[in-house]
């Protein structure tokens, strides 16, 4: 789930984080991506889990791909729904083992959170995440340094509909769509509870972004 990090905007809690610098791929055809001048980077976090096929199915009938921070105990519950997240073209990255807050744990504790992670993606996907979503968004400087020492680039968030926290689908949809601006890091859950009014809003979000001519890009921190 999400918790507020650096400053609230009405009813949506936005985290603070820089403009994407690393290289990113476009979901539209290449003649689209090219002369997009609007995007938006859409992330889900906390997954995979049984809901997760279902955003899969919606990102497909959209021609959408997205990027999703994993829990690595989720992977190793569900390692077939990773392969599938990343097969699909989308990018897969690291959002520690189980949850925990990295600004409060040991080094050694630090690096078994992500190395773990790192692993058992690895095992599905053959690719190492070089993203890091810290839970929560809870970071300081040594966060920060502890994750550029282990290869990683932390990745937060700019828009934040607290879907988390279940308050009803047009909400979530009023949210995302009152808030996002061009380059926007879009959080969404596809874990950690019961995320049916997210997989709900999802399309609403989709169709109307596009409407308003944004592109999608994932992020990799390559």
């Known amino acids: 789930m999400a918790v507020v990090v650096?400053?609230?905007?009405?009813?949506?809690?936005?985290?603070?984080?820089?403009?994407?610098?690393?290289?990113?791929t476009a979901s539209a055809g290449s003649g689209q991506a090219?002369?997009?001048?609007?995007?938006?980077?859409?992330?889900?976090?906390?997954?995979?889990?049984?809901?997760t096929a279902k955003v899969l199915a919606i990102l497909h009938a959209y021609g959408v791909k997205a990027t999703f921070f994993e829990l690595g105990q989720n992977v190793a519950r569900y390692p077939s729904l990773t392969r599938r997240v990343y097969l699909a073209g989308n990018s897969v990255q690291n959002h520690t083992w189980d949850h925990r807050d990295l600004r409060r744990v040991s080094w050694t504790t630090f690096k078994s959170e992500v190395l773990n992670t790192d692993r058992v993606i690895r095992a599905q996907t053959g690719y190492t995440p070089r993203c890091l979503r810290p839970p929560y968004g809870a970071v300081n400087s040594?966060?920060?340094r502890r994750a550029a020492s282990l290869g990683k680039t932390v990745r937060l968030w700019t828009v934040d509909?607290?879907?988390?926290?279940?308050?009803?689908?047009?909400?979530?949809?009023?949210?995302?769509?009152?808030?996002?601006?061009n380059g926007s890091v879009i959080l969404l859950h596809d874990g950690g509870g019961n995320r049916s009014q997210t997989v709900a809003a999802l399309p609403t979000i989709l169709r109307t972004l596009k409407a308003r001519g944004y592109a999608f890009y994932t992020t990799w921190c390559g």
């Open 34 to 51: 090219a002369a997009a001048s609007k995007y938006v980077i859409l992330t889900f976090d906390d997954g995979p889990s049984p809901y």
């Open 6 to 24: 650096l400053a609230l905007l009405g009813p949506l809690l936005v985290v603070g984080c820089t403009q994407p610098t690393d290289a990113v």
């Open 161 to 181: 509909p607290r879907d988390w926290s279940r308050p009803g689908t047009s909400v979530i949809v009023r949210r995302v769509l009152a808030n996002v601006r």
């Open 142 to 144: 040594l966060t920060y």
